[in-house]
């Protein structure tokens, strides 16, 4: 999705001169304080969706999200996390689940 697409009317410059701010904003802050922060705004728990990595496809509910070790899933069998990088969400519903 581009920053079209959700309505945005900055450019491309404005985007990445907010990000340079926000990241020199964020480098001094301890790992452990910029994932609580990140906890905080994560809104995907509960979310159950089917993730392509590679030639794997896991089915599963969104944990959380982890700024520094990517997306963690819990599946059927066990609780597994998927690198940001290169997941790909295939199919998603956002029903919580049942325990």
């Known amino acids: 999705m581009s920053l079209a697409q959700l ?3 900055c450019t491309r410059l404005d985007a990445l ?3 340079v701010r926000a ?5 001094p ?3 452990d304080q910029l994932c609580e922060q990140f906890a905080q705004r994560d809104v995907l728990p509960d979310t159950q969706a089917v993730f392509r990595t590679g030639e794997r496809t896991i089915t599963g509910t ?3 999200i982890d700024p520094m070790h990517g997306l963690l899933v819990r599946t059927d069998r066990e609780h597994v996390y998927l690198p940001a990088a290169t997941t790909t969400v295939v199919d998603w519903w956002a029903e919580p689940s049942t325990p």
């Open 7 to 9: 309505g945005a009317t």
């Open 17 to 19: 001169a907010a990000l």
């Open 23 to 27: 990241v020199s904003v964020a480098l």
């Open 29 to 31: 802050i301890r790992d």
């Open 62 to 64: 969104v944990v959380r």
